[in-house]
């Protein structure tokens, strides 16, 4: 992904981070709370197989409607 998409998805990563704040459910191998900037950052790069600086810029809409659906569905 060029430097600026990848700039742009860095930014919606940490916003899609900041509205999980607290709706993430609880996990045994997370007991002071969970991490919502590394789920959001995690659940892409296993969707995408690879992490949100190397996915390809013509993928760029789809990684967005997948954060979007993280976002709906804190689960």
């Given amino acids: 992904m060029n430097k600026e998409n990848t700039s742009k998805l ?4 940490q916003e899609a981070g ?4 607290g709706q993430l459910p609880d996990h045994p191998n997370h007991p002071k709370g969970r991490n919502p900037y590394a789920h959001v950052a ?11 600086k190397d996915i390809p810029d013509e993928k760029f809409d789809e990684v967005l409607k997948y954060i979007q659906f993280l976002k709906e569905n804190p689960n």
């Fill in 42 to 52: 995690l659940c892409v790069k296993d969707k995408f197989q690879a992490s949100y």
């Fill in 10 to 13: 860095w930014k919606i990563i």
């Fill in 18 to 21: 900041d509205y999980l704040q």
